[in-house]
Each structure stands twice: as structure tokens, then as C-alpha cells.
């Protein structure tokens, strides 16, 4: 049986970690950095680097940041942001990133996943989807930074990346986002039951029992930002918990 992962997720913002609820109300958590080599002497099992406004901004995710956090730490780590090309993605790879996250642009151009994946391996390409539940019961894909809806089905779009190649599915509950009430159980869960690929769930992480709860519904990976950066939680005495439930971790 695979091991479950354990990601700090780091969103950035000129160049700041910053943590905000539902996408908005954003605060600042700390040097991207110095915060990437504690969670890694932690025994975070990977980090996720998101530049939050790369895409609405119109700007790329810096790689001399990526080359700064690659010199720093030892576990694998995942940059996203503003990735609209095999070139963008070629000079992220060689900054020091392990993988890319593709969101806003991929949505708007499948054949890019096709691209990277073809270039680069699926194992580098890990799509990120933004969803939010509607009245419909229905969970619907968002885009630049959960600004813009979308009519396409979380489900039917995680499926349409994978089969375009897509090796890992990053996602993110917009509802759950920041609360801490723990993650999206049913969207998580169906997600998981239509792709081959590992799927992290990120959005709503706040106390151990979440992690458990997730990884019972499917998730090959759990993602939290704010209860790690603000010492909520941290991660020897989390994965020490899910030890303690069955639950195999690094």
C-alpha cells in the first residue's frame, strides 16, 4: 500500500507566503524560504508553491525564487502560477521544481498538459482544479484564482486532464478553503474513484482528525497551508496521529 503524503502548500505573493479564507482576505505567513526548510526538517513529505496572482496578473512565477527553496531543501516540491508553456515549465524544471502545476491555462488549452507531458513526463505535470458546490449539487471548475466560473464538472475535467497526462490531480475545495472545518469528503472521494492517478485534497484542514477523514475518503495526499505555517499543527505530532490510526505515512 502507498504511503500517504503530508503537503504544506505555500502560496505566494510578491514574493511573501501569504494565507487567506475562501480566496480572499489574504495575510501574511512568513519568508517562502525559511518556511520551505522547516517543513522539510519537519518530515514534510513534499511542498506545493502556488503563486496566487501569477495568472490574474498576468505575471510567471519567479524561478529564482524556485532556485533559492531548491538550494534549501531535499524533498520533492511543486511550483504553479501563471504556467502557460513548455518553455515556462522547462526553465521552473531547471531552476531546481520536482513538478509544475497547470490550472487556468491548462483549462483553457488541454493540449498544453498533452505538451508537458510529452515533453517532461506525467509524473512533472500535476493539474490543479479549483471547484466550488453548487445549488445543483454540483461541483463546477473555477478559474484564475477562483475569479471566474466555469460550467465543466470537476469530475468530467480531472478525468479530460488525465487522459491528456495529468499525473497527479491537486484538489482544491473553494468552500473549505481557510475554514479549517475540514476537507471536501464527497468531491474528494469522487475524484479519486474516476482518475489512476493520485489525487492531493486541499481546503479545510484544521486538526489531525481531517487528515484521517481525508485519506479514508480516497485522497493519495493531504495539502494545508495555515495550521502548519501559524504552528496549529505540526506535522511529526500529525503523522505520529495517523500512525496511531492504521493510517501508512512516511
Known amino acids: 500500500m502507498l504511503t500517504k503524503r503530508i503537503i504544506p502548500c505555500l502560496d ?9 479564507t475562501n480566496f480572499v482576505d489574504l495575510r501574511d505567513a512568513g519568508d517562502p524560504v525559511e518556511l520551505a526548510a522547516l517543513y522539510a526538517d519537519q518530515g514534510a ?54 513538478k509544475i502545476s497547470v490550472n487556468t491555462a491548462a483549462f483553457k488549452n488541454p493540449e498544453l498538459i498533452a505538451s508537458l507531458a510529452s515533453s517532461f513526463g506525467s509524473q512533472c505535470v500535476v493539474l490543479a482544479i479549483d471547484t466550488k458546490k453548487h445549488a445543483d449539487n454540483q461541483w463546477y471548475v473555477y478559474l484564475n484564482g477562483g475569479r471566474v466560473a466555469t460550467e465543466s464538472i470537476c469530475e468530467h475535467w480531472a478525468a479530460k486532464g488525465v487522459s491528456l497526462g495529468a ?4 484538489l482544491t475545495s473553494m468552500d473549505h478553503d481557510g475554514t479549517k472545518k475540514g476537507f471536501a469528503t464527497e468531491i ?15 481546503g479545510g484542514g484544521g486538526i489531525p482528525e481531517h487528515f484521517a477523514e481525508i485519506f479514508d475518503h480516497g485522497a493519495d495526499a493531504a495539502l494545508a497551508a495555515s495550521i502548519f505555517h501559524f504552528k496549529e499543527v505540526m506535522i511529526p505530532e500529525l503523522k505520529s496521529f495517523l500512525k496511531s490510526r492504521q493510517i501508512s505515512v512516511r
Do not use: C, M, W, Y
Request: aromatic share 2%.
Open 167 to 170: 499525473g497527479e490531480i491537486l
Open 45 to 98: 513529505d513534499e511542498l506545493v508553491f502556488l503563486d496566487i496572482t501569477a495568472t490574474n496578473e498576468k505575471r510567471k512565477t519567479l524561478a529564482q525564487l524556485v532556485d533559492r527553496i531548491a538550494h534549501r531543501i531535499n524533498i520533492p516540491f511543486t511550483v504553479g502560477g501563471g504556467i502557460a508553456s513548455v518553455e515556462d515549465v522547462r526553465i521552473l524544471l531547471d531552476s531546481g521544481a520536482d
Open 188 to 202: 474528494t472521494a469522487v475524484v479519486s474513484q474516476t482518475v489512476n492517478v493520485p489525487v492531493i485534497a486541499s
Open 12 to 20: 505566494i505573493k510578491d514574493g511573501r507566503t501569504v494565507k487567506g
